[in-house]
């Protein structure tokens, strides 16, 4: 209340994340007062239970980066902090920033991860910019990728993202984007709120809320984006925040995905696509055996999820040495389509069908790593266009399932 109305709000959700908070914040700042003096801006960080003074940092930070900012800060940058759980949840995280938002009357807002320890001040004008000279809505960020990063994303949303509302939105799931306030209060007041205890995934929900109520969204290159280690990978709970997400908002919006075909490009601001050569090690072999156990042992399951045909297809390739596997585009989007239409038919637990669907990934990951060990950067781009075109092919066979329930008669 005390800040009043501001032009230009960056969210900045945060927990344990005192040791890398503090450039991220200077960063923010930094990109405010350079790229927008003049507006009226702040930047508001939730907190979502932090014991390691998390909040205390962000405070120092900002004092600190005042005192060197003082010679060109034609206007005063508040940061307010506030707490609003014991514990993370990105669904009540980001609720908090959108109420404020609405509160403040913001134009043009922006959400960043704490943990981007890469960061620059550049990235706040790429996210704002488009929103508030541009009129656009929502901005999807665009990132510098290793090759072998983001490979649930670059194999599974993306494409079916692609496929389904035909947009070529290349990160639909990030802890960076940009949104308006007229958006903003729209989605404030039409999403279901739950407010659960660890409830992730809205931000993917804020995005298919853009795409199907025919906003207008852009995508900006922002540059390499790295994370910390201060969470540590879990491809479950990811596979849940990104296809159990997608899976499940495919009801709601069935009108709007099933009248869509083919897919077109959207306003861009850089390069759509970068990507890191330099050579890393992966445990490839681990992967294949993950994937075999997987297809063995949950095979009662994978039965009533999966076509005949395509389960006999994965029992197949499960039982080959290494150097033969291969799990390719047309087998991997039925089996992502034939997940989706058994999650919309709940033939057993949502969560478990979306668990069932890790072990395939795997087998998939695997693929991609073999495929693309000494590919470049071309030929890279030139795989995901392949299976992105596999997806918008094959997505009649996904209204066959979704209407009909009939399974294996894909051409």
């Known amino acids: 209340m005390n800040v009043g109305e501001v032009d230009l709000l960056v969210g900045l959700p945060t927990h344990n994340n005192a040791t890398t908070?503090?450039?991220v914040v200077q960063a923010i700042r930094a990109g405010l007062l350079k790229c927008f003096p003049r507006e009226r801006t702040a930047i508001l960080n939730v907190d979502g239970g932090s014991r390691d003074g998390t909040p205390n940092?962000?405070?120092a930070a900002a004092i600190s980066d005042d005192r060197r900012a003082n010679l060109y800060a034609l206007r005063t940058l508040p940061s307010i902090s506030t707490r609003y759980a014991s514990s993370p949840s990105s669904e009540t995280s980001l609720h908090s920033i959108l109420s404020a938002a609405e509160l403040l009357r913001a134009r043009a807002c922006?959400?960043?991860s704490p943990e981007s320890v890469n960061l620059e001040p550049d990235w706040i004008a790429r996210l704002l910019r488009p929103v508030y000279h541009d009129n656009f809505d929502f901005v999807a960020p665009i990132y510098r990728r290793h090759k072998f990063e983001g490979i649930l994303v670059s194999n599974v949303i993306y494409p079916m993202m692609r496929a389904l509302y035909g947009q070529r939105i290349r990160e639909p799931y990030s802890s960076e984007f940009g949104f308006s306030g007229r958006f903003s209060s729209q989605f404030l007041a039409q999403h279901p709120w739950r407010h659960e205890a660890?409830?992730?995934?809205?931000e993917l929900e804020m995005l298919l809320s853009a795409v199907t109520s025919n906003h207008r969204i852009s995508q900006s290159f922002?540059?390499?984006?790295?994370?910390s280690d201060h969470h540590a990978d879990n491809l479950v709970a990811a596979m849940r925040q990104t296809a159990g997400v997608l899976f499940s908002s495919l009801d709601a919006n069935f009108a709007a995905w099933s009248s869509s075909t083919g897919s077109t490009p959207i306003t861009t601001a850089g390069p759509e696509y970068e990507t890191l050569l330099d050579p890393t090690r992966v445990n490839r072999k681990r992967?294949?055996?993950?994937f075999s156990a997987g297809?063995?042992?949950?095979?009662p399951v994978l039965r009533s999820i999966l076509a005949p045909a395509t389960l006999e297809n994965l029992q197949k390739i499960a039982t080959v040495e290494e150097e033969d596997f291969r799990y390719p585009p047309e087998l991997w989007a039925t089996t992502v389509y034939e997940f989706a239409a058994s999650h919309h038919k709940s033939v057993m637990s949502?969560?478990?069908?979306?668990q069932a669907l890790v072990p395939l990934f795997r087998g998939r990951m695997f693929t991609v790593l073999v495929e693309n060990r000494n590919a470049s950067s071309e030929q890279i781009e030139s795989g995901t266009e392949q299976l992105c075109r596999e997806f918008e092919r094959l997505k009649p066979y996904l209204l066959d399932l979704w209407i009909d329930g009939k399974r294996g008669t894909h051409a």
Do not use: C
């Open 287 to 290: 992967l294949k055996e993950m």
């Open 222 to 227: 922002l540059g390499t984006k790295s994370h």
């Open 57 to 59: 940092v962000i405070t």
């Open 21 to 23: 908070v503090g450039p």
């Open 110 to 112: 922006a959400v960043v």
């Open 198 to 202: 660890g409830q992730f995934g809205t």
């Open 295 to 299: 297809v063995a042992e949950l095979q």
């Open 350 to 354: 949502r969560d478990h069908i979306v």
